[in-house]
DNA sequence: GTAGGTGCAAAAGTTTTGCAGGCTG
DNA sequence: CAGCCTGCAAAACTTTTGCACCTAC
C-alpha cells in the first residue's frame, strides 16, 4: 500500500483510509472530520486535510472536483463518472462505461496534451425530486 | 438583453459585460476585478462578485464550474466543453461535438433527473509543456 | 421618487500553514 | 533517534453580506 516509502502509516492515516472506504457518499473534508471524530475526538480539521491531500497524491485514493464550494474524496480510485444534486449538492456514482475515445477526439482539436478527462452530470436527487 | 426587467443596466454591468466579451480567458472573478480596474478605478470586488452571479442566473454569461479553487466565467453561453491545465489552471474551449446522448444513457442508470453534463479535459497547455 | 445597485468593510466558509512536541519505522 | 506527523491556532484565500448612500428607470 505504501506507494512512497516516507509515508508512515499513522492512526490517524488509517482511521481516515478505513472510514473511507466505509462510505459510498463522496464526503468533503468537514463530513470526513464529523465521521472520525465519533472515533477519534481528538483528531484535527488539519491533519483529515493533510492526509486527504497526501493519500490522492500517492493516487490511494481520489480527489473529486466536482462542481460546489467544496472538495470530495473517493475510496474508489477507478475511473467512473458522478451525477450531482443541483439543489443539495449530494454526489452519487455513476456506472457508464468511461469512454477514453472521446480523449482522442479531444487531442485533434487542442495543442494541451490530453492527461484524462471527467465527465459530470447535473441533475435532481430521489430526496429533492419530492421537495 | 434584459431578460429579467428588474435588471439595471448600470455602468458597472455593463463593463463587466463589455469586458467579459473581449476575453476568451474564462477569467476567474478576480481576474476581472483586475480587468476592470484598469477602466474603472472604484469598482468594488464585491459588485464584480454580484454581477457575474445575476448574469449567469439570467443566463446572459455562464459560470463554469471546473477543478481548481475559484469559480470562472464565460460570455459564451452554448454548449461546449474544457481542457484544463493541470498545472497552471489555465481554461481554453474545446468545440467537440457536445454529445446529449449520454444523458439518455445515465438516465438510465441513476434515480436522479439528469439535467445536463459537463465534459472536462484535464491537459497541460503548450506553456507548461516546455517549463 | 423608488427600488435596485454600488463601494466599503466585515464576516463567513474552506483550505493551508507555522510551530512545538509526539510517534513511527 | 531522525524526521515524518499531529493538534492547535493563526493565516490565507475565495465569496458573501450588511449598510448607508447613489442612480437608473
Same mark, same amino acid.
Given at each position: 500500500?505504501?506507494?512512497? #516509502?516516507?509515508?508512515?502509516? +499513522? &492512526?490517524?492515516?488509517?482511521?481516515?483510509?478505513?472510514? =473511507?472506504?466505509?462510505?459510498? *457518499?463522496?464526503? +468533503? /473534508? $468537514?463530513?470526513? @472530520?464529523?465521521?472520525?471524530?465519533?472515533?477519534?475526538?481528538?483528531?484535527?480539521?488539519?491533519?483529515? @486535510?493533510?492526509?486527504?491531500?497526501? =493519500?490522492?497524491? *500517492?493516487?490511494?485514493?481520489?480527489?473529486?472536483?466536482?462542481?460546489? *464550494?467544496? &472538495?470530495?474524496? $473517493? /475510496?474508489? +480510485?477507478?475511473?467512473? @463518472?458522478?451525477?450531482?444534486?443541483?439543489?443539495?449538492?449530494?454526489? /452519487?456514482?455513476?456506472?457508464?462505461? #468511461? $469512454?477514453?475515445?472521446?480523449?482522442?477526439? /479531444?487531442? &485533434?482539436? *487542442?495543442?494541451?496534451?490530453? =492527461?484524462?478527462?471527467?465527465?459530470?452530470?447535473?441533475?435532481?436527487?430521489?430526496?429533492? &425530486?419530492?421537495?
Amino acid at each position: 500500500m505504501n506507494v512512497n #516509502p516516507k509515508l508512515r502509516m +499513522t &492512526k490517524q492515516r488509517q482511521l481516515i483510509l478505513e472510514e =473511507l472506504r466505509k462510505v459510498k *457518499t463522496h464526503p +468533503t /473534508a $468537514d463530513d470526513m @472530520y464529523q465521521i472520525l471524530r465519533k472515533r477519534m475526538p481528538k483528531i484535527s480539521l488539519g491533519t483529515v @486535510y493533510r492526509n486527504l491531500e497526501i =493519500l490522492s497524491e *500517492t493516487g490511494i485514493i481520489q480527489k473529486l472536483e466536482v462542481g460546489g *464550494t467544496q &472538495k470530495r474524496f $473517493d /475510496a474508489d +480510485t477507478s475511473t467512473h @463518472y458522478h451525477v450531482r444534486c443541483a439543489i443539495c449538492g449530494r454526489v /452519487a456514482d455513476l456506472h457508464l462505461a #468511461p $469512454d477514453m475515445n472521446v480523449e482522442k477526439e /479531444a487531442a &485533434k482539436l *487542442t495543442d494541451f496534451q490530453i =492527461l484524462r478527462h471527467r465527465l459530470e452530470f447535473i441533475g435532481i436527487c430521489p430526496e429533492c &425530486k419530492e421537495h
